[in-house]
């Protein structure tokens, strides 16, 4: 692994940055101090609008974006897309997205609550130089859940079927295949595409049940979709084999993280050497990929089998309930 003990950059960044913001003054301080100090030449802030129903969000959405655009205190060429109205997650952040890569090639995005190491801007700058036409990458990710014990090389990163979304990097060329409804998704499915993604049942079995459920509009997101485009495109992804992102976001105000006891929350940060260390062959590491969705899931055989059983008795009890009605 090519971790180092501190991190002083040889050069001056150059790839622009989306900073996805929202209601969090907090987090949003020590996110954007580490921008500050990467001090990327092009910087592009996006906020969704405060909701309707929630009452004082629309001061808090305010701080928020006041505090950042008062705070910009080196030479970068700024754009904002500040929402007058709630569009929520799935299209707030996926249009925010758009926007950036209509405005640029490549870039990096973070949102409010993913806090980098700073060698992580620097990571992404390489490896979206080093792979633009190379149409196999398509994502470049700043987390990692890999332990010591489980490396067994020096490389630097490693390549992976799993989308990391907190901190990441890519590309206008692959973004442009997004489609936040996933309409290809019944083909994918019919034609069991996900066992040319992943080899191991539940896996298999995790991602259909999540994309149906993107598919039918009960899940509003946007991250399941652009992992279902860069599997639908044949692409794989770049995970560090050090962690670069602490997600410090988990708690109540959080969309999708409240669990603030989760061993994801507040995961300790680590600067990486930036003489990289490449892999020598374009290959999905599936034993890395294995202990990395166990960590984030701690999906089991045990666990999926209940739940089947669960949902089989709903299902039959259902039916003879609106009969007797």
């Known amino acids: 692994m090519s971790e180092a003990t501190i991190f002083i950059p040889t050069r001056t960044l150059k790839t622009a940055v989306l900073f996805l913001v929202f209601n969090r003054l907090d987090t949003t301080k020590q996110v954007f101090e580490a921008i500050r100090q990467a001090k990327p030449p092009r910087l592009y802030v996006a906020a969704d609008g405060a909701r309707a129903n929630k009452e004082g969000e629309t001061d808090k959405v305010q701080v928020v974006r006041d505090y950042i655009m008062q705070n910009i205190d080196w030479k970068c060429e700024v754009k904002t897309l500040f929402r007058e109205e709630n569009l929520g997650c799935k299209y707030a952040v996926s249009g925010a997205i758009t926007w950036f890569f209509e405005n640029e090639e490549q870039g990096i995005i973070l949102e409010d609550d993913c806090l980098p190491s700073q060698s992580f801007f620097w990571f992404c700058e390489e490896l979206l130089e080093r792979h633009k036409d190379d149409m196999r990458i398509?994502?470049?990710?700043?987390?990692?859940?890999?332990?010591?014990?489980?490396?067994?090389?020096?490389?630097?990163?490693?390549?992976?079927?799993l989308?990391?979304?907190?901190?990441?990097?890519?590309?206008?060329?692959?973004?442009?295949?997004?489609?936040?409804?996933?309409?290809?998704?019944?083909?994918?499915?019919?034609?069991?595409?996900?066992?040319?993604?992943?080899?191991?049942?539940?896996?298999?079995k995790f991602w259909i049940n999540n994309l149906q459920n993107v598919y039918l509009k009960k899940i509003d997101t946007w991250d399941f979709q652009w992992c279902f485009t860069v599997w639908i495109n044949r692409g794989v992804s770049i995970t560090p084999t050090i962690n670069m992102i602490s997600n410090i976001g988990f708690g109540e105000d959080a969309t999708h993280t409240a669990n603030v006891d989760s061993k994801m929350s507040n995961m300790l940060k680590k600067e990486m050497s930036l003489s990289l260390i490449h892999p020598s062959v374009i290959m999905i590491n599936t034993e890395y990929d294995s202990f990395n969705f166990n960590y984030l899931y701690n999906l089991s055989y045990l666990r999926y089998f209940r739940n089947r059983t669960i949902q089989l008795v709903r299902n039959i009890i259902k039916p003879k309930s609106s009969k007797n009605d």
């Open 163 to 204: 989308n990391h979304i907190w901190g990441w990097a890519g590309w206008s060329n692959r973004w442009s295949k997004y489609d936040s409804n996933i309409s290809q998704f019944p083909e994918f499915k019919d034609k069991n595409y996900i066992k040319d993604v992943f080899k191991e049942f539940l896996l298999q």
């Open 138 to 161: 398509w994502h470049i990710g700043g987390a990692s859940t890999l332990t010591n014990d489980i490396v067994i090389n020096n490389d630097s990163y490693y390549f992976s079927n």
